[in-house]
């Protein structure tokens, strides 16, 4: 399942430099994620985007997710948070509509 971190856009637009690979360091790993799954980042009250996990290694406390910012989509319409927020991550909780390359907000919970 897709998770979502906040973060500041500073730190956001430093992950997504061309040219690098980044990573995410978590002590608490998910337990209901796998490579290949959605990386998405929130920033200012909204989901902007997510990079595709490249590789994820809940034993690394340092290099848990990795990811490339070739992997980056962007989020439209984003997606406003209900919190301003938050610490750690959370599971993805919209359904998502691909269609022609745009993501819809669905029955959000």
């Not at 590789?55 to 997606?79: G, H, M, N, Q, Y």
């Amino acid at each position: 399942m897709d998770i979502v971190f906040y973060s500041k856009a500073t730190i956001l637009n430093h992950k997504k430099r061309k040219g690098y690979i980044y990573h995410w360091s978590m002590r608490v790993p998910p337990k209901d994620f796998k490579k290949g799954e959605r990386i998405y980042f929130a920033v200012n009250g909204y989901v902007v985007g997510s990079f595709k996990c490249l590789r994820f290694s809940p034993k690394d406390p340092i290099e848990t997710l990795v990811w490339v910012p070739e992997s980056w989509e962007s989020l439209k319409p984003k997606i406003k948070l209900d919190q301003r927020n938050w610490q750690g991550f959370k599971y993805r909780w919209w359904d998502i509509k691909r269609a022609g390359g745009k993501h819809l907000e669905k029955n959000k919970k």
